[in-house]
Structure formats: C-alpha cells, structure tokens
C-alpha cells in the first residue's frame, strides 16, 4: 500500500533562517505531490504541485519554493523566513488524471518567532 | 475559478443526533467531489468522493453524502454521531480536466455527550 511521510512534525524557526521541509511517498511510481499551507479558519491553500521530477509548478506569489529532486520526494524550502511562513504545513499526493483523490501526510506546524 | 462554500464554520451536536454539514461549489460543467476530516494536529482523511453514477455516495465511518446537480451542493449526512466524530470537515471539489483540488474554509464538529 501506499505511504507519505512528512518531517519533522513540528519546527520552530527564528526570522531570517533557513527552511527546508521534505516528504516522501512510497508504494507508487510518478504520484502528482502537493504542497498546502493551513491557516486557522481559512482552509488549505494550494502553494505548490508537480506532475514530474522537476516539473513544479507555483500558485501563489511568495518566499517560499518547492523542489522534485527525485519521482517520490519533495522538498519545500526557504531561504529567509518571515513571520507570515508560520502555519501548517501538509504534502500529498495522488494518482495523475483527472478525479484523483488527494492523499495527505500528518503535515508541520511551523512556528515563527 | 471554482470555489467552495461550507455555510457553517461549526456545528455543535449531542451524540447519537443526526448531522448534517453542508457544502456548495460554483457551477461548472464537470466537477468531482470530496469530503475529508481533520483529526486534531493530522493531515486529512478521504472519507468519501463523488466520480459520477449514482448521487448517494457512501463513506467510512458511516458518513454519506448526496450530490444535487441543480443546487450545486454536496451535503455531508450521518444519522448517528459519536464522540469520536469530533473533527474538521473539509468539502473539496475538482473541476473536470484538472488535477487540482479546490478546498472549503471547513465546518468544526463538535459532538457533545
């Protein structure tokens, strides 16, 4: 059966440092991966999504990016965080096509301070 | 753009009533449809998704829910909550063509006894 795992479950990071948040899927070739950004009361807004090693495509303006070094791993990154990066953080993953269900991993909370 | 409304951000109920939490989407040719559950501090759960075929769909944990064309909404039913439901629900919607996710802000249950 399928599998994804994201790390670390929690991460507190000061202004300005570095993020790198990685998750990984098994039991499945060339899955569509997803990252999420959770904010209390405002759902989940899609930042970044991939249909291939490389391929990364971005939703929304931000400080943040997202890499596909190899089929089933992707990394979220920054290179200075600010206060708003802080929130939940989730990685999915699904089977390419239309319809596809997504399948989520138990997510980050990221604290800045 | 698609957009999905959950018209109420909680719901309080007593255990063993009946709930119902609804959802509406923007209209759209083609649309697939999900319900997910948060569990405190995880990622999300599929509880079930509407394809095509029959409008009654039936989920885990004894969850249902129809699919009405005409007033664009996928309602979340179950005749008999537990404690254990105490979670938040999350309706999401794929447009045909898409491979993409469309969430709603997400209804909090709160199952009392």
């Known amino acids: 059966s399928q599998t994804i795992h994201q790390w670390p479950a929690t991460l507190v990071q000061p202004v300005g440092s570095p993020l790198s948040l990685e998750c990984t899927v098994e039991?499945?070739?060339?899955?569509?991966l997803y990252w999420y950004r959770q904010a209390a009361g405002r759902g989940l807004q899609l930042l970044f999504y991939?249909?291939?090693?490389?391929?990364i495509s971005s939703e929304v303006p931000q400080n943040l990016s997202a890499s596909r070094p190899q089929d089933r791993q992707f990394i979220l990154s920054s290179k200075k965080l600010l206060l708003s990066d802080s929130g939940f953080y989730l990685c999915?993953?699904?089977?390419?096509?239309?319809?596809?269900?997504?399948?989520f991993g138990d997510g980050t909370r990221l604290s800045i301070l | 753009a698609q957009s999905v409304t959950q018209l109420d951000s909680q719901v309080p109920v007593f255990e063993e009533a009946p709930v119902e939490l609804r959802c509406n989407y923007s209209?759209?040719?083609?649309?697939?449809l999900f319900w997910y559950v948060q569990y405190p501090n995880q990622g999300l759960q599929l509880l079930l998704k509407?394809?095509?075929?029959?409008?009654l769909v039936k989920g885990i944990n004894g969850f249902e829910a129809e699919f009405n064309k005409s007033q664009t909404s996928f309602h979340l039913r179950k005749p008999s909550v537990h404690i254990s439901d105490t979670a938040e629900y999350f309706c999401?919607?794929?447009?045909?063509?898409?491979?993409?996710?469309?969430f709603g802000k997400g209804t909090k249950l709160t199952v009392n006894p």
């Open positions: 999401a919607v794929s447009q045909g063509g898409s491979e993409k996710l469309v």
């Open positions: 999915a993953w699904s089977v390419g096509g239309e319809g596809q269900p997504q399948h």
């Open positions: 509407y394809l095509s075929g029959s409008t």
């Open positions: 039991g499945t070739s060339n899955p569509n």
């Open positions: 209209s759209s040719v083609s649309v697939y």
């Open positions: 991939s249909v291939g090693i490389g391929q």
